[in-house]
């Protein structure tokens, strides 16, 4: 975009040329990238095309651009040597997190899903349908909360497979974990300001959170999910927990617990945030059903994800709001936007309504089941007692903890990296960082079994087991 800056009182041509001349030497404007036409810029810039007519002569005369006949012109290639990089002016370089920008050869991600998984020819077909039945749709805005028939099918598929008990105007389409917690964190803002979550758990909600200002309480985290004597003990009056199957451990809440964490929330007037994201991956025994619908009155939010069964690429999810909260969400966002597109929306609601979801879901269940134990199999073969599996019969990763003496994390997965072997570090889910340094998380959800079987096999030869 080229804007003239009407206090510099050269001649207009003489602007144009130097900025349209400054971005090229600056490298924004990559050779052979093609120049507005002189009629479109002169229209964009108010000037008359004798004007953009001058500007594009000298460049092109010095050389620094050149035409295609019936076509336009275009950024010449110059001498990289004279032409500086593009400097990015950012205030501090992050670090890329672990791994990222390097490609593996056997990728043991937690939260990859299978690349062959996701079902491109019913989704374009979807998409196309949408396009050519109401083209109109896409001039409006749409729905903020989501769309109803979407909600609606999401209602339908809670209900029936997650035990939530809710009303589509509950629903709240997002798009992932980040959308939704900041959604929460600020109508929670007003009444509450401690924040509890699992350690070691995501770290999304806790940085959301402490983002808006909460004070953090992480709670540590027991086979039967967090400690609620440890909760009691703080000033928190909101909690984000993952019942089902806790992230990143792999422990179930059992109900008993389940009760008393409602217990606690009626009596300090608290907030529970349920976060169920990988439930419909169980492979061993019966899906263990919502805690909300344990008590569907209470303050209880529910929140899921189409990431780790369709794709974590699309950004979409959802939230239930227990009626009080929606009536605040009401007030502070119904002057907001979508988050989601309506395009995907609608696919979204199509796939659902028309037995799609419901047939991929069995689909992924039984590839993911054989994956997760293929990858047992082979730690069993590879490091025999040597090694503990935590988590396992669910979800996309379990957790390796390895016998004392061994080497620590960072050795682990930097030797790992040697082998070109992808391991992100579980440390990372810890707030307070007490952790196990002899634990790694291991996802099967890219690998086939063969690849997971290597990928094993080149894991015990790195750590010599
Ligand atoms: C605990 C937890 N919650 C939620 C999600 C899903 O996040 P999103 O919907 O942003 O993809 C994940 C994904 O890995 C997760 O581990």
Not at 62 to 76: L, M, N, Q, T
Not at 148 to 160: A, G, K, S
Not at 231 to 242: A, E, F, Q, R
Request: charged share 20%; hydrophobic share 35%; net charge neutral.
């Amino acid at each position: 975009m080229f804007i003239l800056d009407c206090k510099d009182r050269r001649p207009l041509h003489v602007k144009i040329y130097n900025q349209i001349k400054n971005q090229i030497l600056s490298g924004k404007l990559i050779p052979n990238t093609k120049l507005p036409s002189i009629r479109n810029l002169s229209v964009e810039l108010s000037v008359s095309r004798n004007t953009v007519e001058y500007a594009y002569e000298q460049l092109y005369t010095e050389g620094f651009i050149y035409s295609r006949p019936r076509s336009g012109y275009y950024v010449s290639l110059l001498d990289q040597e004279y032409i500086s990089r593009p400097c990015r002016k950012t205030a501090t370089l992050i670090e890329p997190a672990f791994g990222d920008g390097k490609t593996f050869s056997f990728d043991f991600h937690p939260a990859c899903l299978s690349p062959e998984s996701f079902p491109g020819k019913i989704w374009s077909k979807l998409l196309t349908n949408c396009l050519q039945e109401n083209p109109e749709q896409f001039t409006l805005y749409c729905d903020p909360q989501g769309e109803f028939d979407l909600r609606y099918e999401i209602q339908r598929y809670l209900e029936r497979f997650r035990g939530v008990s809710c009303d589509p105007e509950q629903i709240v389409v997002c798009c992932g974990l980040q959308d939704s917690m900041s959604i929460l964190a600020q109508i929670l803002l007003g009444n509450h300001s401690a924040f509890a979550f699992e350690d070691p758990g995501h770290w999304i909600p806790r940085s959301v959170f402490q983002n808006y200002s909460f004070l953090l309480n992480p709670i540590p985290v027991n086979s039967d999910g967090i400690s609620l004597d440890y909760l009691k003990k703080t000033n928190s009056t909101v909690i984000h927990v993952t019942p089902s199957h806790q992230f990143p451990l792999g422990n179930v809440m059992p109900v008993e617990n389940r009760l008393r964490l409602i217990n606690w929330a009626e009596n300090v007037g608290g907030v529970i945030i349920e976060d169920d994201y990988d439930s419909e991956l169980r492979y061993h025994g019966k899906p263990i059903p919502a805690l909300q619908g344990l008590h569907p009155e209470g303050d209880i939010i529910y929140v899921g994800t189409f990431s780790k069964v369709l794709s974590p690429a699309l950004r979409a999810s959802y939230m239930v709001l227990p009626y009080r909260l929606l009536s605040i969400y009401n007030k502070l966002f119904r002057n907001y936007a979508a988050t989601v597109s309506l395009l995907e929306q609608r696919a979204l609601y199509k796939f659902m309504r028309q037995g799609y979801w419901e047939r991929h879901l069995r689909k992924m269940r039984t590839m993911y089941k054989k994956k997760h134990d293929a990858l047992i199999q082979s730690i069993d073969r590879h490091f025999g007692d040597q090694v503990k599996i935590l988590g396992q019969g669910a979800g996309l990763h379990v957790v390796l903890e390895l016998a004392n003496g061994f080497l620590d994390e960072k050795d682990l997965i930097s030797r790992a990296w040697e082998k070109n072997v992808r391991m992100l570090p579980l440390s990372d889910t810890y707030q307070c960082k007490n952790y196990y340094p002899t634990r790694v998380m291991l996802g099967f959800g890219r690998m086939n079994p063969d690849e997971l079987e290597k990928g094993i096999e080149l894991l015990s030869q790195a750590w010599n087991l």
